[in-house]
């Protein structure tokens, strides 16, 4: 690092501790003129700090027009905060006006360096619809999943919130679509005990008629003692043709959920046995 790239961060350092204050009283004024002369520097984690500053205001009149000029310099350069800072301000239409795709490709930047705030912005803009698809507004899941996910994964906790409600939803699962991307990580999730995203995954399968996937994943949890897993069971073999009515596996799995006190299963008790006397099985 050259001599003039060591002050330029020294003077940085200085500048975070009194924005943080840290080591002393806290003092933007102190912090914006350290930054100041360090963003002099070109030195982007300092130019980063003045966009900060000016965007809330922090020691200087709130401006975004100067905010938005120094997140630039720094997004540039590669800081991935700064980049950041410009997706918002396109995406909220701060300074220029709401442009969607401009906030797409800055979160982009920041998001492929793992910036998990990043991620989640980039997931909301596809799950919302907000970028045009042939001439109109459009959701795109598939993208949504997977920046929610990476998020998550991050620790990001409004992108675990939203994957929860995607999951109960039942998000991406449409009758007639296939997705296997969207289909393994709910059997991920489900496995991992998530009973909303098992039940939606379920349902998709037997509403496809695909029987085969949605029993195993119902046995799994009907073993870990979920009441409603045992009784979609006992109504796949009850009801389904398919299985030419299995009553026998239908019982099996009734009486397993009426054993724990439950009523639909007791009932489906009683109009089974009333069946099968009737058919002497």
Not at 90 to 97: A, H, S, V
Not at 121 to 129: E, F, K
Not at 226 to 237: H, S
Not at 242 to 254: C, E, G, I, T, V
């Amino acid at each position: 690092m050259g001599t003039s790239k060591k002050l330029a961060k020294l003077l940085y350092e200085l500048g975070k501790i009194y924005y943080l204050g840290e080591e002393t009283h806290q003092n933007y004024n102190e912090a914006f003129s350290y930054f100041k002369k360090s963003a002099k520097q070109n030195y982007a984690p300092a130019q980063n700090m003045l966009g900060i500053m000016y965007y809330n205001g922090y020691g200087v009149k709130l401006n975004y027009d100067r905010a938005f000029t120094w997140f630039y310099k720094a997004a540039n350069q590669g800081n991935e905060e700064a980049q950041l800072y410009l997706g918002m301000m396109y995406e909220d239409g701060e300074r220029i006006g709401v442009n969607y795709e401009e906030a797409v490709e800055w979160y982009k930047k920041a998001a492929n360096q793992g910036n998990d705030e990043a991620q989640y912005h980039l997931g909301m803009i596809y799950y919302n619809g907000d970028l045009i698809y042939d001439g109109a507004y459009a959701s795109d899941l598939k993208k949504a999943f997977y920046w929610l996910i990476k998020s998550a994964n991050h620790g990001n906790a409004d992108a675990k919130e939203q994957l929860e409600t995607m999951y109960c939803l039942g998000e991406g699962l449409q009758v007639g679509e296939y997705d296997e991307d969207i289909i393994n990580k709910y059997r991920e999730v489900a496995e991992q005990g998530n009973d909303e995203a098992l039940r939606n995954l379920c349902n998709y399968f037997c509403d496809q008629g695909w029987y085969e996937d949605a029993i195993p994943l119902l046995e799994k949890a009907a073993e870990r003692g979920r009441i409603f897993a045992m009784n979609e069971l006992g109504n796949i073999y009850y009801y389904n043709s398919f299985f030419d009515k299995h009553f026998d596996k239908a019982l099996k799995w009734y009486q397993k959920s009426a054993k724990l006190g439950n009523d639909f299963a007791k009932e489906q008790l009683k109009n089974l046995n009333y069946e099968m006397n009737k058919k002497n099985l």
